[in-house]
Structures are given as C-alpha cells and as structure tokens.
C-alpha cells in the first residue's frame, strides 16, 4: 500500500504540475518576457511546486510532533542533482544546449553561491528559521533581479496553443490544489516505504522523489530542445536548480526548524557543487554542452546513483 501511496503522490504531482505550467506560460507570455526568463522563472517555480508542497508538507509533520527533515532536505537536493545529471543530460542528446558567457557566469555564480549557503546553514546539523528566511530573500532578490532587466520576445508571439487568460489563472488554481494533495501522499508513501525496506528516509528522497519530481523538467526541457529553444531549456533547468537549493528548504525551516542529516551534508551536496560546475565548465569552455559533453554528465549522474544503491542494499 505504501508503494501505491507513493506512486499516485508523484503521478498526482506529474499532472498538477503540467496544469499549473500551462497556466504559467500563457500568463508569462501576455507579460511578454524573454524566452530564457519563461524558464528561469516561470517555468522553473512552476515545475518545481512538487518540491515546494512536498516541503511545506513536512514542516507542518514536524510541527505536529513528527520528523520529515530528510524528506524535504533529501528531496530538494536530489531534485538537483535529477535536474543537472539527467535532464541535462538527456535534454543535451537531443539539442546542442548553448547560452551567452556573460549568462553562464552570471547565474551559474548564483547557482554554485545557493548550494554553498545550503551548505553552511545546514552545517551544524539543523537550518533554523531565521536561516531559512534568510535563503528566501536571497531568491527574493535574485527573481527581482531577473525581472528588472526583463525584455520582450518576439518568439513568443506565434504560439497558437496559448489558453485565454481566464482559464490560464483557473489551471495555475487546480493545478495548485493537485500538487498539494498530492504532496501528501508522497511525503507518507517515501517514510513507509523507507520503513519498509529498513532503508534512510534521505536515500528514498534524494534517489526517487527526486528523480520521480523531476519528470516536469525532464519533458519542458526536452520539448524545447526538440523545438530549438534552448535558452528556454537551459534556463528552465538553472532556475530549477536555484529555487531547489534556497525555496523548499528555507520555506520549511521558516515554519519549523530542520534537522540536516550529516550523509547529506558529507556526500551530496559537496557532489552537487561538483556536478553544476562541471557542467558551467562544459559551458564556458566547449560553448555549451554537446552530445559528448552529455555523456559525461549522464555517466557522473549514473555513477552517483550506482553508487548510492549499492551501498544503500
């Protein structure tokens, strides 16, 4: 039962989250922002709600007595890594993913400085309110950053599949109310299951919600890479990667403190920093990231779930 719990939570996830992104979209594109904004803003938060709900559904466990740290903690860093090894990765097989230097620099520096933070706070064992506040207007401040210098796409205005503007906004609200629910089953299937196979509730987070949360990337990536759009497609996988790192960790140690599980700290954080600025290094110096370029990263991302796995059973 607790298998069935955990897999309707992340199909649940699945499609509220595609109806919350469809809504995001058309309401972005009568905004008329760039393409690489849609996906390092609406399209990254948009995905990235399962994370979010799956946070804010453990914070309130643990105030009613309970303990989901490593749910939220685990979740949010293996969403990450899901994202920078195999979305990449695969998105990468399909289309030669590049982005302007001055890009890769500027939020790739955003990118490795949120796993650093994480890194700090959690590093006496716990991320408290006030830390995660302070992770909250760090993004605060980077989203406001992005939308001060926003510019116009013309590449938006031939999308004939947008919805009206009314049904957008009712999609973002269904889509919302799913992901919540579905939240809930997920959280309580990954600790049974966890009980279940006598196995680290973190190892459940990080190696399956993780990777099971990051299927709206994997297809939103993938689908803009086959379209060419891939400023849409990276920028949808680094603003991922940013709001994992700071929102769904700080948003639940702002409503109670979390407990950080020292394997996580040890293991694959630092392993996360490793993979990003591999992947930043691929950027900067082959101008973007090719079929063999996505080898690599697909096999450093297999190697680190081997690995897990292995010493896990």
Same mark, same amino acid.
């Given at each position: ?55 804010? !559904? =453990? %914070? &309130?466990?643990?105030?009613? $007595?309970? +303990?989901? *740290?490593?749910?939220? /903690?685990?979740?949010? @860093? ?109 959280? !309580? =299937? %990954? &600790?049974?299951?966890?009980? $279940?196979? +006598?196995? *680290?509730?973190?190892? /459940?987070?990080?190696? @399956? ?105």
């Amino acid at each position: 039962m607790e298998y069935l719990a955990l897999l309707l939570g992340l199909a649940g996830l699945w499609f509220g989250t595609e109806l919350t992104i469809r809504g995001a979209v058309t309401v972005a594109s009568r905004l008329g922002v760039s393409e690489f904004i849609v996906g390092v803003a609406i399209l990254s938060i948009g995905s990235d709600l399962p994370e979010l709900a799956i946070a804010i !559904d =453990g %914070a &309130i466990i643990n105030l009613q $007595a309970g +303990d989901a *740290s490593d749910v939220v /903690v685990g979740t949010a @860093i293996g969403s990450s890594l899901g994202q920078i090894g195999f979305v990449l990765g695969t998105a990468a097989l399909f289309s030669y993913l590049t982005l302007p230097r001055f890009m890769i620099f500027q939020h790739g520096s955003v990118l490795l400085g949120s796993a650093v933070l994480l890194g700090v706070f959690g590093y006496d064992g716990t991320v408290t309110r006030a830390e995660g506040l302070a992770l909250l207007v760090v993004y605060a401040i980077y989203f406001a950053a992005l939308f001060g210098d926003r510019q116009k796409s013309a590449e938006q205005d031939g999308d004939d599949d947008l919805i009206g503007t009314g049904k957008a906004w009712l999609y973002l609200l269904i889509g919302l109310g799913i992901v919540g629910i579905s939240a809930e089953f997920t959280v !309580d =299937g %990954a &600790i049974a299951v966890a009980a $279940a196979l +006598d196995i *680290s509730e973190a190892l /459940v987070a990080v190696v @399956i919600i993780g990777l099971g949360t990051s299927l709206p990337e994997l297809s939103i990536s993938v689908g803009a890479a086959l379209k060419g759009r891939a400023r849409m497609s990276v920028g949808n996988l680094i603003g991922s990667n940013i709001f994992d790192t700071l929102v769904p960790v700080g948003a639940a140690a702002a409503i109670s403190t979390l407990r950080f599980d020292r394997d996580l700290l040890r293991y694959e954080l630092p392993f996360l920093f490793f993979l990003t600025l591999t992947v930043l290094v691929f950027f900067v110096r082959k101008r973007g990231i090719q079929k063999s370029e996505a080898v690599i990263v697909l096999a450093l991302y297999g190697g680190y779930l081997l690995l897990k796995l292995s010493r896990a059973f």
